[in-house]
């Protein structure tokens, strides 16, 4: 029985990591993350090819999200506050020019 209750337990964290919502006040940085595509060359994962962040389609960007982005291209998109960039922590290249 305990190592049944154990192993649920240990499940359970692990969803619960995973479903950690990254905080991004800023609705620009916010919209530019949640627009991006397979298409538009907004975010790439480790092999350069492009991604859309928000993968699950909920309209929010968790932590398992964040960290498979490798490289973003946020120029142009009037982006005031990059709060919750640290949680792209495998970002090896990032493009914010011309921002605010």
């Known amino acids: 029985m305990k190592p049944k209750l154990l192993l649920l337990l240990l499940l359970l ?5 995973q479903a950690q919502i990254v905080n991004i006040p800023d609705p620009a940085f916010k919209s530019f993350l949640l627009l991006s595509s397979t298409t538009n060359n907004t975010a790439k994962d480790s092999n350069g090819t492009s991604i859309k962040v928000d993968a699950n389609n909920d309209s929010e960007i968790q932590l398992a999200e964040a960290l498979a982005v490798y490289e973003l291209k946020l120029n ?3 982006i005031i506050s990059m709060e919750g ?3 792209f922590s495998n970002l090896t290249r990032l493009d914010c020019s011309f921002n605010d």
């Open 13 to 17: 964290l692990t969803l619960s990591a």
């Open 85 to 87: 960039i640290a949680s």
């Open 76 to 78: 142009n998109s009037s």
